[in-house]
């Protein structure tokens, strides 16, 4: 489907990002916070603003200082919207690789630490530990 650039979509236009842009700062709070249990239902309406953008805004009509002056504050408006959708991603990409190097942490190898700490019958191995002093207590922090 082709986008005019019809000036009768720029309120609209101009309306979407807005309801965008308070959307995805929502969102970065979400995640943020980690009440992650709201996050599908941001992003169903993320995307139905999106679908919606899609077909009032210019997009890809329209390419760097071939902006129509009229379409200029709504420009600004799309140019927000990715700023504040790549921070998002950044959060989102941060908490992930936490996740990962947790799971990287629990996993261990048959070679790994569990033959250091325990013995076979699941015991804990004193032997291959030193004993916690207050001298000693942070020499491996």
Not at 29 to 54: F, I, V
Request: glycine share 4%.
């Amino acid at each position: 489907m082709t986008t005019t650039l019809s000036p009768s979509n720029i309120a609209l236009a101009e309306t979407l990002a807005s309801q965008l842009q308070a959307l995805l700062e929502s969102e970065f709070e979400t995640l943020r916070a980690g009440t992650l249990d709201s996050l599908d239902e941001l992003q169903s309406r993320k995307l139905l603003l999106l679908e919606q953008l899609a077909q009032v805004a210019p997009g890809q009509a329209l390419q760097g200082d071939a902006v129509p002056e009229e379409w200029r504050p709504f420009a600004e408006a799309a140019r927000a919207c990715r700023n504040l959708h790549q921070r998002n991603e950044t959060l989102v990409m941060r908490k992930l690789e936490a996740v990962r190097g947790a799971l990287s942490a629990l996993q261990i190898s048959s070679e790994g630490l569990i033959e250091e700490t325990y013995d076979r019958k699941g015991r804990l191995s004193w032997g291959s530990m030193r004993r916690r002093t207050p001298q000693n207590a942070y020499q491996d922090v």
